[in-house]
């Protein structure tokens, strides 16, 4: 028969194993950003010729959508004036040397400015994301001044 300090000791070995107060779970999971070697990236900025009427701010990406077969276009515009909403495109070229929009027109929703000055707009056009060229995207006045651009920015392709 076992002694009761085998016993004790068994029991604190098994307790010690349960309770293990090195064991952690992980804080953070790292995943693979699918999309990070094969998205576009620009930061938009007002035309020098608008500076001190409008300062308006942003980012936006041209990335493969979901099934690759598509092109995702995002946009994030800050500093904006409030409930302002403003029409943007993708275009070819770069900003001050236009070569026309990528798809079409009516592919891209406006952006509706919320009370803080940021909007988020984004288009899907069926295309396969390119992997060379120069692209860059416009965000207009207003649907009634479409043509004075208020933000502009060159997008960098991605580097292999």
Known sequence: MPSPRMLLLAASTLALVACNPFRREPVTEVTRDANVNSRWQA?????AALVGAVQMKGSATMQPAKNNENTLFSLNINNATPGGVHPWQVRRGQCGADE???????AY?????????RGKASATLPMTTPT????FVT?????????????CGNLAPPTY
């Open 132 to 135: 060379s060229g120069s692209y």
């Open 109 to 117: 929703q406006a952006i509706k400015v919320g009370d803080e000055g």
């Open 100 to 106: 026309g929009v990528v798809g079409s027109p009516d």
């Open 139 to 151: 965000v207009g006045a207003s649907a009634a001044n479409a043509e004075t651009v208020v933000a």
């Open 43 to 47: 930061s938009l900025v007002t035309p």
